[in-house]
């Protein structure tokens, strides 16, 4: 079980909608992976990211589609490509990553809560 947290330090983490604009294989990652570039609306607009979600996605069946991802982590360097937010997602039963997303459109860069 994880460490108990505060309601304050919930509020410190921004998860927010984003959509995928554009989606491309990674092939310099160490383990497959594709990246993302997701509008997060006129706030904070467009950052990138990757993610090792070649199991159940490909790039062209991401475009246009709305994730959940942390915003306001640093960048990281993953390799020749920066990451700016930190896309969310859940183990299915062979361990593989399912994204999380909103059962019905709602704006992009609408936080969660």
Do not use: C
């Amino acid at each position: 079980m994880a460490d108990e947290i505060g309601f304050d330090d919930f509020l410190k983490v921004h998860i927010r909608v984003g959509v995928v604009r554009r989606a491309e294989p990674f092939p310099e990652a160490r383990k497959p992976a594709i990246k993302m570039w997701i509008d997060f609306g006129p706030e904070l607009g467009e950052k990138k990211t990757s993610a090792q979600i070649t199991a159940h996605y490909d790039p062209a069946s991401l475009v246009g589609r709305q994730v959940m991802a942390v915003t306001n982590f640093a960048p990281r360097q993953i390799g020749p490509f920066m990451s700016e937010v930190l896309v969310l997602g859940v183990s299915d039963a062979e361990g593989k990553v399912v994204l999380l997303a909103p059962d019905m459109p709602v704006s992009p860069g609408s936080r969660m809560h």
